[in-house]
């Protein structure tokens, strides 16, 4: 069955550390994994794409990596910031526009 | 960059009443829109994938004449709610597939969002 868990579920951190999120998924076959952004009442927008010979992206503080081996992915906030505080939502595409979404992580950085 | 719109961004409405919600895409044409549907604190889920010219394709378990789909051009989809009832209380988000270039790049730009409530 084709799946994508994140974890955690929720985070809290304090404004300028570091956190990463994790993104596990079944889906096969593999065409791409995208991390997205959605602040509340927003639609997503995304954040990294990466295919399969891809082990890291960086946009900014945001850096993705993947092992399509253990079909695992990481996305690393560097020095958050207020406005980090959103839902990451890790999709993982089997081609065609057929996307299987995770059901995120809420971030939430304080002052 | 590719940007998509959506129209409403909010709606409340009685129940039993139709409400009609837009996805434009505003700087490219989209052959293809996708509709989902978004409960708090859960993921998007898809409801169907609209073609401009052609019938919409329904995910399992939606209702495809309660929610009705209108893909009449390139940069028009529109999803109504017919005989809205609160359990149809939701956040709907449109997608859409850049025709030239979205299904090489397997990328579909996203709309805001609508949320709807249904009293």
């Known amino acids: 069955k084709n799946q994508v868990e994140q974890s955690p579920q929720s985070l809290i951190i304090l404004e300028g550390k570091n956190c990463t999120l994790q993104?596990?998924?079944?889906?096969?076959?593999?065409?791409?994994l995208r991390w997205y952004k959605q602040d509340t009442g927003r639609g997503p927008v995304s954040l990294t794409i990466?295919?399969?010979?891809?082990n890291t992206k960086s946009n900014g503080r945001y850096t993705a990596t993947l092992d399509a081996d253990t079909k695992q992915s990481s996305l690393h906030i560097t020095a958050s910031q207020l406005s980090d505080s959103a839902s990451y939502i890790c999709v993982v595409s089997t081609g065609a526009n057929n996307l299987f979404f995770g059901t995120g992580t809420r971030l939430t950085v304080i002052p | 960059g590719a940007v998509v719109s959506q129209h409403p961004s909010r709606v409340i409405c009685k129940s039993g009443t139709s409400v009609k919600i837009e996805c434009r895409s505003l700087?490219?044409?989209?052959?293809?829109m996708f509709w989902y549907r978004q409960f708090p604190k859960q993921s998007l889920m898809l409801m169907a994938t609209s073609n401009e010219g052609s019938k919409a394709t329904y995910e399992q378990g939606v209702e495809k004449d309660k929610f009705l789909i209108n893909h009449a051009s390139l940069t028009l989809s529109t999803l109504t709610v017919t005989s809205a009832h609160p359990e149809d209380s939701s956040f709907y988000i449109c997608?859409?597939?850049?025709?030239?270039?979205?299904?090489?790049?397997?990328?579909?730009?996203f709309g805001p969002g609508t949320r709807l409530t249904v009293l």
């Open positions: 990466m295919t399969f010979s891809e």
């Open positions: 993104c596990n998924y079944t889906v096969s076959p593999f065409s791409n």
């Open positions: 997608s859409a597939r850049d025709h030239l270039t979205g299904f090489e790049t397997d990328t579909q730009y």
């Open positions: 700087d490219f044409q989209a052959t293809t």
